[in-house]
């Protein structure tokens, strides 16, 4: 079951909530998923890989930032929540497979969760507020990027 935590309040750190103690756990916790299973190709600050717009060799998008400079905001949670358990596939690369690889059976659904809490820190406050409304608006996980 995937759950929504409050929205970061003006004044607070970024990814923080008025109401829970647990934030800041869930933020360490995602804050070392992140490392362990992330950082190696989305970047150690969510930077992404370089030349992330344009296909390499193969025909595939390289991983893309999950800073404010890339897209990952405007993704609800439960998008992002699919994206990281199945895996992805750029709608538009010339290869079949999975450019990143599902971690279903690696983490929990709490570290998954705790992971995309993290990304939230990322971004600015407006970043967040439009992604707490697609979270919010969200009946289905989109279907592309």
């Not at 362990?36 to 998008?61: L, T």
């Not at 994206?83 to 971690?103: S, Y």
């Not at 570290?111 to 697609?134: C, G, H, N, P, S």
């Amino acid at each position: 079951m995937l759950v929504l935590f409050a929205a970061p309040v003006a004044g607070m750190a970024p990814g923080g909530s008025a109401t829970s103690d647990s934030v800041p756990a869930k933020l360490a916790e995602g804050r070392q998923v992140y490392e362990q299973y992330c950082a190696s190709c989305h970047g150690w600050q969510g930077e992404g890989a370089a030349n992330w717009q344009k296909p390499d060799e193969a025909g595939e998008r390289p991983p893309p930032p999950h800073d404010e400079t890339g897209h990952t905001w405007r993704h609800s949670d439960a998008m992002l929540f699919r994206m990281i358990a199945e895996g992805w596939r750029h709608p538009f690369n010339k290869t079949d497979r999975l450019t990143m690889p599902a971690f279903r059976d690696t983490l929990t659904d709490q570290e998954i969760q705790a992971v995309i809490e993290y990304l939230k820190t990322f971004w600015d406050e407006d970043q967040r507020r439009y992604q707490l409304e697609e979270s919010q608006n969200a009946t289905e996980p989109e279907a592309s990027s």
